[in-house]
């Protein structure tokens, strides 16, 4: 098999599934997209109340845009990444019951 060929077949591997190879439990693992900076700090709050270490990436830092325009991502230690993820759903679980109630 030639160079050319080898680079070929190279796969590509996101962010994401970079850091749930990792066994560092300290490594940061993106847990929820934020449409808005607004929308990720109420989830970074909801997390914190959990006690779980929770900041965001992609938002403004110092006055200006540290990633590209649009989603705003919310990252854990690996080690807290399924404690968030249950929270998270804890979380939308009530929103949608009390959407429910208000109708």
């Known amino acids: 098999m030639?160079?050319?060929e080898s680079r070929d077949q190279t796969?590509?591997?996101?962010y994401t599934e970079l850091s749930a190879?990792?066994?560092d439990p300290?490594?940061?693992t993106i847990v929820y997209s934020a449409a808005n900076a607004i929308e990720a700090a109420a989830i970074v709050t909801a997390l914190e109340a959990e006690g779980i270490e929770?900041?965001?990436t992609g938002?403004?830092?110092s006055g200006f845009q540290a990633e590209a325009p649009g989603e705003v991502k919310v990252v854990v230690r690996q080690?807290?990444?399924d404690k968030a993820r249950r929270t998270l759903d804890q979380l939308e679980d009530e929103a949608d019951s009390n959407e429910s109630v208000d109708e």
């Open 59 to 61: 938002s403004f830092t």
């Open 54 to 56: 929770a900041t965001t």
């Open 11 to 14: 796969t590509t591997i996101s």
């Open 26 to 28: 300290d490594s940061p």
């Open 79 to 81: 080690s807290q990444a």
């Open 2 to 4: 030639s160079a050319n």
């Open 21 to 23: 190879m990792t066994s």
